[in-house]
């Protein structure tokens, strides 16, 4: 046998094995697709159906009117955009002041950004709900955005890439008369494209995901997020769970970080390997 | 190890990382060194009083069966999350990590279950799984000949189904990461040692696997963060820490002894008993990821 035709078996059986991976991981998609577009009766015909029906439509528009999910969409989107734009910004400012200036107390100020990876919500939940009732805040944008401001995951994103800039580069600015904040803005910023967007698809997917804190900090239904929906849809049921509509809503939900995901996939994607690589 | 490359200007750095540094006190620091006092007390019903008692909410936390349930089963289910995920994970990584075409294709095929939130993966689950009328227990009694499946009351069956759709809903992130570091093993390395005779199985085992370590180790991290934290809406929305209590993670049992029985020093002290757990796998990984680097100069 020629070395060849080994090698085109070895590569139809590598394709083989992951079209099936491909398939086995989207399967319960497909499923909640299928679900989706199917009538409450068809929804409970024994055997499952598995191919779709005409109702999507209308399940769509029992999830809109039933839970108003215009407003709560608006809410998810509203909050996970407010959130990825300014964890960005905090992190681009934090890690230029790391790279590119030396000063007192830097080292202990450094830990501290670190520490944040350490105390995720739960170990602080309590407190942290006292203090936004202590602001006012409970059931408003604020406690929705403001606690998460904080991001390790972008400080390390940039800091990493900062420190492999060629120090000509800050030294022919400066020499240029450039100020910091206009090299910061005119030159560092915009090389770091590829790290923001792959940022962005962390932190808007992070934000898009939250449950537990939405679930605590709002109290009115127009301050829910679209996470929230989807337990609202599921227990309102008093008997039997009408999986049409939820699957209706929970493909509603899917969509938006996907379409974030696929958009950017190509600098998230260069981003997580330029931080992998040291 | 790195120069000032704007001398003259003292104040600057600080003025730059004031709004991070100003979040972490107000919002992380402060709440958390709150939770430690809160710890000590205990409040009276609608919070009118508090009540120092030192450690007691610790002695009562350690010596309630309920919570060594918990215990057992933040154990199991991160155990399957992790491990489960995670090999998983690297095994489709190598496969995608080979000289195919359409790996771009595939790459995108493979990595989007990163996108599904935690909530979402759970009632999907939850709908496959729905006892009588799902897919799930409908495949398995044709092959069984009539078994019932009912996850809705069977504590083991909760628990892995609930692991399941964790585990599946991961598996897109970890891929990412797998595939990022197994680029960065050089191809002179594994060429050399199956020059030197090494089948490939021994090849990633002796190379590929230690260059991995990194990447594992942060994987594991943040796994287990996952596992611990953020599976909170899918447990929500598919059992409710049911049936029993086979399901009630650390952070659900937290979530109800916080915010259902207002138990605000008894969560606490929770709290912090998983803020000691996480640190200790924190340090371990931050050990070998330096270990690693000092290594690779």
């Not at chain 1, 319960?28 to 005409?54: D, H, N, R």
């Not at chain 1, 709560?72 to 905090?90: D, M, Q």
């Not at chain 1, 910091?180 to 803005?185: A, I, K, Q, S, V």
């Not at chain 2, 001398?7 to 730059?16: N, R, S, T, W």
Request: some cysteine; charged content about 10%; proline content about 5%.
């Amino acid at each position: 046998m020629s070395k060849m035709t080994r090698k085109t078996r070895h590569d139809i059986f590598i394709h083989a094995i992951l079209i099936l991976l491909v398939m086995v991981l989207a399967f319960p998609v497909y499923f909640a697709l299928i679900t989706s577009t199917l009538s409450f009766q068809e929804s409970y015909q024994y055997p499952p159906k598995l191919i779709p029906g005409k109702q999507f439509m209308s399940n769509f528009q029992e999830v809109w009117d039933r839970i108003n999910m215009g407003r709560l969409f608006f809410n998810s989107t509203f909050i996970s955009i407010i959130v990825a734009i300014v964890k960005t910004i905090l992190a681009l400012l934090a890690a230029f002041a790391y790279t590119h200036f030396k000063f007192r107390g830097q080292g202990l100020l450094f830990s501290m950004c670190m520490i944040t990876q350490m105390l995720p919500l739960p170990v602080r939940i309590v407190p942290t709900y006292q203090l936004m009732a202590s602001f006012n805040w409970i059931n408003s944008y604020y406690a929705l955005t403001v606690p998460f401001f904080a991001s390790t995951t972008g400080l390390l994103l940039f800091r990493q890439f900062y420190l492999t800039i060629p120090k000509d580069l800050p030294d022919a600015a400066r020499v240029d008369g450039a100020s910091p904040m206009r090299y910061f803005l005119q030159i560092l910023v915009p090389i770091s494209k590829t790290n923001i967007a792959a940022l962005f698809v962390i932190e808007f997917i992070f934000m898009w995901s939250q449950y537990l804190w939405p679930l605590i900090v709002t109290t009115t239904a127009e301050m829910r997020v679209v996470q929230i929906g989807i337990k609202m849809l599921l227990a309102s049921e008093q008997i039997a769970p009408e999986w049409n509509v939820v699957m209706a809503a929970t493909v509603i939900v899917m969509l938006p970080p996907l379409v974030v995901l696929m958009l950017l996939r190509k600098s998230f994607v260069q981003g997580i390997a330029m931080q992998t690589s040291k | 190890m790195q120069e000032d490359r704007f001398p003259g200007h003292k104040f600057l750095p600080y003025l730059l990382i004031a709004p991070s540094i100003a979040v972490i006190i107000v919002f992380l620091i402060g709440p958390f060194v709150q939770s430690i006092r809160e710890s000590l007390f205990v409040s009276t019903p609608f919070g009118t009083k508090t009540i120092y008692v030192g450690l007691r909410n610790y002695v009562r936390l350690f010596s309630s069966p309920d919570y060594r349930s918990s215990v057992i089963a933040t154990f199991k289910f991160s155990a399957f999350v992790i491990i489960g995920g995670l090999s998983i994970s690297l095994a489709i990584a190598q496969l995608l990590n080979q000289k195919i075409k359409g790996v771009g294709f595939y790459q995108v095929a493979l990595i989007w279950t990163y996108a599904i939130s935690p909530t979402v993966a759970g009632v999907i689950w939850a709908s496959m799984f729905a006892p009588a009328t799902g897919l799930i227990p409908y495949i398995v009694s044709k092959l069984s000949g009539g078994y019932t499946l009912n996850w809705m009351t069977n504590g083991n069956i909760a628990l892995f189904v609930v692991a399941t759709a964790a585990t599946w809903k991961m598996l897109g992130y970890n891929i990412i990461f797998f595939l990022a570091g197994l680029q960065n093993v050089p191809d002179e390395f594994l060429e050399a040692a199956q020059m030197d005779g090494a089948g490939s199985w021994k090849a990633f085992w002796r190379i590929t696997f230690p260059m991995l370590s990194p990447t594992t180790s942060f994987l594991l991290f943040v796994n287990m963060l996952y596992a611990f934290f953020q599976v909170f809406g899918l447990i929500d929305i598919m059992t409710r820490g049911g049936p029993g209590n086979a399901t009630e993670l650390l952070v659900y049992k937290l979530y109800r002894d916080g915010f259902i029985h207002l138990n605000t020093g008894f969560a606490s002290a929770q709290s912090l008993v998983i803020f000691l757990v996480i640190s200790v796998v924190a340090i371990i990984q931050l050990r070998i990821v330096t270990q690693k680097a000092i290594y690779s100069r």
